[in-house]
């Protein structure tokens, strides 16, 4: 660790976190609009002093994408925010949507000195803010991007499906020349940040404007085509482009297999939060068309950030009551601690270590309660977290109107099942090669929650990175080499 | 954006729209759908694709006016656009020689049933149509239905037209006449399929039913349309929309197609209240 500026290590270790400002929960929670409201400048640069800017900056390589984060923080500290910005965005060109969504108590703040120092997750350098806040800034004060003065290759790329693995590679291919479409089978790109993640934690605005972005780089981005139903890839080979990347994502829901799970009021998480974000039910019958059923008790089955949004997506609209259940305890919750926090201030209920056995209905068919079990843990399984196991004769009913399903979602089928040269592991995700994202086919590559299965923006985006190296590769090159990883499993150390 | 090249009031509340998209035009097969969005806010909803033309790159849509989104489409103009048209979507029907083929069809049914009347008889198959509707009114594409298949029978429920009675008395008829057919394709409202399907289940005859179920991307990806087949939980728009009907549990799809019944009226209502004159004037009043 080095001093810095006029602060010792030792000072700065005192100084306490900058908060991020908030709508109140009893307010937020009768909107939609985003709950974090971002520091002003004087905040960050508040927090950007708490930084030691170690020598060693293991927050780095805490990163999927390896941001510079002590030299960003550095201009931030010096109210050059601007340049920091642009240091963000060598190796991040999603910064203001990884800001609100990426899990760094995962990642940088966990591996953090001050963190380690402090033993204390939530006394980390709220290295998120910073980076949302940068991005924010720059997209207000030079929101045109500067376009590369680069040599256009004329050589063409096709990109199925827009989220943010697909958006990182069109992004990155076109910044090295590349002729470059994007096909989206909904009618608006963004993938999983329209369609999934809620207004309240991802502003739809921000979205549109990375996708802007994108096409004053000169990519095209092409909307209601499913790539695998109407063209396949050998048509798109077929049409003169050179290479694909898959980035279909994880949008297959996984029901529990439970008695009553087709009930009305039961819905996967995809469905909920499509109606209430891709298609604005929120608003209907006014602005919008798309109904959903408003539940007055709401029970949603699941502990990650997908359960945390169907949960507070249910409050916002109007219900009463809305409850996760979730089979393990709040320790082992996927979700970030901020979204767990966020759904608790707002008075969603956490029933932990109960699990859902059957959702009754009346003689309508419509949803009116979930009968559940009370769990403990066991030994810990395949995932390291140990396994719930139900207790004997625990049994009870809590009262519903609506049901969400978020326990998980599997690979989108629709590619891998009409080119079947693309090989697939037994859960149906792609097989790519981990150092570059090649596929079995030759001129394929995928990247993302398709290939790694439901993920983070965050890695899907350093999934699209590595593969538009590889891309780029392969177009000068035009070598196809088969990659041993593809083939083989590393042999067990 | 897809241009309206027409959208024509071909029977009460019934338009025949005619849309430029060329992709699903040269790639579609019978059996397959749409997701139309009419325009921004608009909700997206499943159609079937009742004819298409390759070389002028257009697709036809047959649809009944049933609440707010199809209203809305019926009072659209030949040169307005839809915004969104994706598909083709949905496993084609599989089409080959079976021998004796009937194409059930019931009221806005029959137009998914004439792309697949069509290719059943382009197989080499002998093909009878059997068409139902509630009144001679309501009778869609006899005509067309009559240029492509061996020989129709039309019932219609008040006798107005054809013989009065139901598809299932027609094809009951049929099954009894000792030209038994060796497939029957049913595609109407949920209850005639439902009908048909246990008539063809104690004759014994293969039955295909098409569904139309509730539906938000049309891609596999929220579930929205799953319906219980042989036990099994199966997603209409990516495992079908044609499933074996003598294994789907139509009761449990009734149910679920009344999700949003309060909702829809209440969003057609409103929209039916400003647009009550233009909606009479092109005969698009939704019936019920």
Known sequence: MSDDGNLTAKQRLKIPPVPMPEQPADVRRANIREVPLGYTPDQAVAEAERCLMCKKPVCIQGCPVEVDIPHFIRLVRERRFHEAALVVKQTNVLPAVCGRVCPQEDQCQQVCTVTKSHKDIHRSVKIGNLERFVADWDLEHHPDIEVPDVRKTGRRVAIVGSGPAGLTAAGDLARMGHDVTVFEALHRPGGVLVYGIPEFRLPKAIVDREVDNLRRLGVRIVCNVAIGKSRTLEDLFREGYEAVFVGTGAGLPIFKKIPGENLLGVYSANEYLTRANLMDAYNFPHASDTPIIRGHNVVTFGGGNVAMDAARTALRLGAETSTILYRRSEKEMPARLDEIAHAKEEGVVLRMLQDAIEILGDEDGWVTGVRCLRMALGEPDASGRRRPVPIEGSEFVIPADVVVVAIGNGPNPLVPKTSPEIRTNKWGNIVADPRTGKTSMRGVWAGGDIVLGAATVILAMGEGRKAARSIDEYLRTGVWEESPAAEAAPAPA | ?288
Do not use: W
């Open chain 2, 1 to 288: 954006m897809a241009a309206i090249l027409t959208n024509d009031n071909i029977a009460p509340a019934v338009f025949r729209m005619v849309v430029v998209a060329p992709e699903v035009a040269r790639s579609r097969r019978a059996g397959q759908f749409v997701i139309v969005r009419p325009g921004p806010g608009g909700e997206r909803i499943p159609l079937t694709i009742a004819d298409a033309d390759p070389e002028r790159g257009t697709i036809t849509l047959i649809y009944q006016v049933v609440g707010k989104t199809t209203a809305v489409m019926s009072l659209m103009d030949p040169g307005a656009e839809i915004a969104d048209v994706a598909g083709p979507l949905g496993q084609p029907t599989h089409v080959e020689r079976f021998g004796r083929v009937a194409c059930v069809g019931g009221g806005i049914g029959i137009a998914p049933l004439y792309p697949i009347a069509q290719a059943m008889k382009a197989a080499g198959n002998d093909v009878t149509a059997v068409l139902g509707a509630r009144t001679r009114d309501l009778l869609i594409l006899e005509p067309e239905m009559r240029a492509v298949v061996d020989r129709v029978v039309v019932v219609t429920d008040d006798g107005s037209y054809g013989a009065k009675g139901f598809v299932t008395d027609a094809l009951r008829g049929l099954i009894d006449s000792g030209e038994r057919p060796d497939l029957v394709v049913a595609i109407g409202p949920t209850i005639m399929m439902k009908m048909v399907s246990l008539l063809t289940k104690e004759a014994g005859v293969r039955t295909l039913v098409s569904l139309n179920t509730i539906m938000v991307d049309g891609t596999g990806m929220c579930g929205g349309c799953r319906v219980t087949v042989g036990g099994q939980v199966k997603f209409v728009c990516v495992d079908g929309p044609e499933f074996d009907g003598h294994q789907v549990d139509f009761d449990e799809m009734m149910k679920r197609l009344r999700t949003y019944r309060r909702q829809e009226a209440e969003s057609y209502e409103a929209f039916r209240t400003r647009h009550r004159c233009r909606l009479m004037e092109r005969n698009a009043e939704a019936r019920g």
